[in-house]
């Protein structure tokens, strides 16, 4: 019995540690399986075993323990994708600016008040907030602007940010009166805007604002990739009994459907993600990218945009990056701010309010600082 024990224990820890190192070769897996996808979520629980793992078999005093340690340390670079130990920045005064990314949710505008009146307390609470964090330059996902003025948005903000240029891109409209999409300020000058041409089934869409900074151009990239979705209710995958069930039509979807919906979603991505980063890689300006990528630091998507570029968090993030509120996972990052390699990133906080199901991300970045 003892040396049935013994081999199931070393049995589980050979799988661990191999699970662990896939996690190295998902940048070069097939982006049109479901498995690099759905096993790129789990990153940070499989890391969290095999630190487990160690310290059982540092205990027990077993050679085995060795295996472990390679496998934490080649994976640490993929660690720090979800946690940040953070170092204080140098101090650059010149050439520095702040940039702000954040899934507004269409700033609540479909939470009416009893009257079907317009119940503008989000939409006031995010105003209070950009007016006291006055980006340089802000991107806004799920953005909204109402043509009448009765909802306020583009005609308020830049007053409110000191940042009077605008490029806003529209997807969808309601009533040729509501418009739904991508929306980039900026405190100085927007000299061309263009958008990313790229698949998509919901609307999802990146757009390019080439912004002059003083005797420089930077472009700035504002992406929104395919979600999924789901609401929160769908979020919970029946760990809650009164969780509701995805409905299409009047026909429920159960595990199954989400499984292969999700998968679908994934690849077009990815396709979103190649579209990206060969903008990218053709843009005559040094880049900053910003925006709500719906997918995770280990996935094929991730890879794909960031590239060479520098992620803001790695460089400058503290503790767990956690940037989607709404399934209250502490490492689901999904909002991003990638840049330049010649660009260097000062500071890197996630503010959490509340006022979306995603947090904001404010950066601050050396855009005349050279890096490697």
Request: charged share 20%; aromatic share 16%.
């Amino acid at each position: 019995m003892r040396l049935m024990k013994r081999r199931i224990f070393y049995l589980f820890t050979a799988f661990s540690i191999v699970a662990l190192l896939y996690y190295l070769t998902i940048p070069a897996e097939n982006p049109f399986s479901p498995l690099p996808y759905f096993a790129s979520f789990l990153f940070v629980p499989v890391f969290l075993l095999n630190v487990l793992i160690f310290i059982f078999w540092l205990l027990k005093r077993k050679r085995i323990v060795w295996f472990s340690i390679v496998a934490l340390a080649v994976s640490l670079p993929e660690a720090a994708k979800y946690y940040g130990v953070s170092f204080s920045g140098k101090d650059v005064s010149e050439g520095s600016i702040k940039i702000l990314t954040f899934n507004v949710r269409n700033f609540d505008v479909y939470n009416y008040n009893k009257d079907w009146s317009f119940n503008t307390t989000i939409r006031d609470s995010i105003f209070r907030f950009l007016g006291e964090e006055k980006p340089d330059i802000a991107c806004f996902q799920e953005y909204f602007f109402e043509i009448s003025g009765k909802f306020k948005t583009s005609d308020t903000l830049p007053g409110i940010m000191s940042a009077p240029y605008l490029h806003a891109n529209y997807s969808k409209q309601s009533y040729h009166k509501n418009y739904f999409g991508l929306a980039t300020f900026s405190r100085y000058p927007i000299i061309s805007t263009g958008h990313v041409y790229m698949v998509s089934s919901r609307g999802n869409q990146c757009i390019f604002s080439d912004i002059k900074i003083g005797n420089d151009t930077i472009r700035v990239y504002n992406m929104h990739l395919e979600s999924a979705g789901f609401s929160y209710d769908d979020l919970r995958f029946r760990t809650d009994d009164n969780a509701k069930p995805i409905r299409k039509g009047k026909e429920k979807v159960g595990l199954r459907s989400k499984l292969t919906h999700l998968t679908e979603v994934a690849i077009i991505r990815y396709m979103q993600a190649m579209a990206i980063a060969d903008h990218i890689k053709n843009s005559p300006y040094r880049v900053l990218v910003c925006g709500d990528m719906n997918d995770n630091p280990s996935s094929i998507t991730y890879n794909f945009v960031k590239g060479r570029l520098r992620d803001g968090f790695r460089e400058r993030g503290a503790s767990f990056g956690n940037t989607y509120m709404a399934t209250r996972l502490p490492f689901l990052r999904i909002d991003f701010v990638f840049a330049d390699k010649s660009i260097q990133f000062v500071s890197y906080d996630i503010p959490h309010c509340e006022f979306s199901d995603h947090y904001p991300t404010v950066a601050k970045v050396a855009v005349g600082a050279r890096g490697d």
